[in-house]
């Protein structure tokens, strides 16, 4: 039991922005709504199955604190991994389990956070990223934001609203849009080339591995103060891009960005033997990329619910 929870830790942490991260781009995009977006989606987490849940732990009771409701919303999806009332569908032998009052499926989804758009340095053979994804979820939620709750539907905005929030904030994590491929990688089972699974596979020291390392780039310490105060540092980044709303623009971006930062310790793989040595350079330097993105993700998100939900 132990170890299984370790492993569900462990797990968790690989998957996306840690809590903060999630938390401190849907704070930042909160702050941004407009009066009429804001009453749309504090009525939508409202009426979420699992508000309990959202609004636990709240400071200062329910109504000071939807927007404490709102940010954990954004981590949701990462929350559900660890919850034994959904399952992960991506297994082949998956069971599903019993569908809960208010929702309309209890699938992890755990493919919609990312998209694994490969890139290679030395010739090797890529794998085309799959669907679904988090490209394609994004583009598929968007429009049905907008539209009136339907409890117990897949296209109920009610449930998928934290979707959008989580996967807007997944999507700027570089590690999210991009895998490298290189030529001594191969999946031992069949001998091709192997994606390092954004980061997964690459050791660093004093980290997981590399996704991990970026995961928690802007900070670990999940109280509702540091998290606050992660939301003013991002606040004050303007980011020149922050009108660009096509997701698409987005996955070039974080391509773009593994291509030339992320990856720029070099041409190893990071085995277990060998993990990376980062930089301090390096480390200040992916803070400030860190928090540029999320301010990114922030800024677009509010742009896409006041465009949905504010007019
Ligand atoms: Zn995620």
């Not at 679904?132 to 968007?142: E, G, K």
């Not at 849009?177 to 596979?201: I, Y």
């Not at 996704?211 to 991002?234: R, S």
Request: charged fraction near 25%; glycine fraction near 10%; charge should be neutral.
């Amino acid at each position: 039991m132990k170890t299984a929870t370790l492993l569900l830790l462990i797990c968790t942490t690989l998957s996306a922005w840690n809590s903060v991260g999630h938390k401190a781009i849907a704070g930042l995009a909160y702050d941004l709504l407009n009066d009429k977006a804001r009453a749309r989606v504090d009525s939508l987490i409202r009426q979420h199955p699992d508000f309990a849940l959202l609004i636990g732990g709240a400071p200062g009771g329910q109504k000071a604190n939807i927007r404490h409701a709102f940010m954990k919303a954004a981590f949701w999806p990462d929350i559900i991994k660890g919850d034994l009332r959904f399952y992960d569908d991506g297994k082949r032998d998956a069971v599903g389990t019993e569908i809960k009052a208010g929702f309309p499926e209890m699938k992890q989804h755990r493919d919609w956070h990312y998209i694994n758009v490969p890139f290679s340095t030395d010739g090797t053979d890529t794998v085309n990223p799959r669907d679904p994804n988090v490209l394609s979820q994004i583009r598929w939620i968007r429009p049905l934001l907008a539209n009136e709750p339907s409890p117990g539907h897949v296209k109920d905005p009610v449930y998928l609203l934290p979707w959008f929030l989580h996967l807007v904030g997944d999507i700027h994590q570089p590690l999210h849009c991009a895998t490298r491929f290189k030529k001594d990688q191969v999946n031992p089972q069949t001998g091709k080339p192997w994606s390092d699974l954004g980061g997964n596979t690459v050791n660093v020291v004093g980290s997981y591995n590399l996704h991990a390392y970026w995961d928690d780039a802007l900070g670990i310490a999940d109280t509702g103060t540091f998290v606050n105060g992660v939301v003013k540092v991002m606040a004050k980044r303007t980011g020149s891009s922050a009108e660009t709303l096509d997701p698409s623009k987005w996955v070039e971006e974080g391509l773009e960005i593994s291509r030339s930062f992320v990856y720029s310790f070099g041409n190893e793989g990071g085995g277990k033997e060998n993990p990376i040595q980062l930089t301090d350079e390096y480390r200040v330097k992916s803070r400030q990329i860190a928090l540029d993105r999320a301010a990114l993700g922030a800024r677009r998100l509010a742009a896409i619910l006041n465009a949905e939900l504010g007019n």
